[in-house]
Antibody
Framework: QLQLQESGPGQVKPSETLSLTCSVS??????????WGWIRQPPGKGLEWIGS???????YYNPSLKRRVTISADTSKNQFSLRLNSVTAADTAVYYC??????????????????WGQGTLVAVSS | QSVLTQPPSVSAAPGQKVTISCSGS????????VSWYLQLPGTAPKLLIY???MRPSGIPDRFSGSKSGTSATLGITGLQTGDEAFYYC???????????FGGGTKLTVL
């Protein structure tokens, strides 16, 4: 059974870089049709897609965050990671990693996330 | 404010049926598939529906999805108190080049 687990600091100072890792077990991130994504949820608010990566390195980012986000994958560790630069209080959220699947066409016009990690709360505070 | 519009809340009695709407536009729902997620209090979202109306293994047939034009609907029959949660729709927006989610709907089972 595929499982994902986020890890990283629970607090980051304003203007610094948020770094999180998602460890995947029960399966490999080297999968022909799967991307691997990050989604966040500010306290009491809805979901926001951050971006997704293919094991080969291809990435898609939310344009609203693109200039500050880097997602990378380490196939040797079966992990993928998120870096978000220049954080502010608005970046305080629960950060989730998830497998990002696409339909037979391979286009993101048909996409969904399953399964999700349990999430990790990152607070931006001095 | 979300590009996809969901009602903030819906409610119904145990055993009854409820529907949750997700309204979008031609740049998202109108030309893409919709997925639905369930988020129980304090837990991560869980996939309920993909490809507009497909249920993953383990999701009971009390949950159903449909899409018409630029709107999608999640239906839940035989409501149980354990269904109390937030429900989110999601899709791809070709104008934004981004995955987008609705603002979420809180289901209360009275």
């Amino acid at each position: 059974q595929l499982q994902l687990q986020e890890s990283g600091p629970g607090q980051v100072k304003p203007s610094e870089t948020l770094s999180l890792t998602c460890s995947v077990s029960g399966g490999s991130i080297i999968s022909n049709n799967d991307y691997w994504g990050w989604i966040r949820q500010p306290p009491g608010k809805g979901l926001e897609w951050i971006g997704s990566i293919y094991y080969g390195g291809s990435t898609y980012y939310n344009p609203s965050l693109k200039r500050r986000v880097t997602i990378s994958a380490d196939t040797s560790k079966n992990q993928f990671s998120l870096r978000l630069n220049s954080v502010t209080a608005a970046d305080t959220a629960v950060y989730y990693c998830a497998r990002h699947l696409r339909g037979p066409s391979g286009y993101f016009s048909n996409n969904w996330f399953d399964p999700w990690g349990q999430g990790t709360l990152v607070a931006v505070s001095s | 404010q979300s590009v996809l519009t969901q009602p903030p809340s819906v409610s119904a009695a145990p055993g009854q049926k409820v529907t949750i709407s997700c309204s979008g536009s031609s740049s998202n729902i109108g030309n893409s598939y919709v997925s639905w997620y369930l988020q129980l209090p304090g837990t991560a979202p869980k996939l309920l529906i993909y490809d507009n109306n497909m249920r993953p293994s383990g999701i009971p047939d009390r949950f159903s999805g449909s899409k018409s034009g630029t709107s999608a609907t999640l239906g839940i029959t035989g409501l149980q108190t354990g269904d109390e949660a937030f429900y989110y729709c999601g899709t791809w927006d070709s104008s934004l080049s981004a995955v987008i989610f609705g603002g979420g709907t809180k289901l209360t089972v009275l």
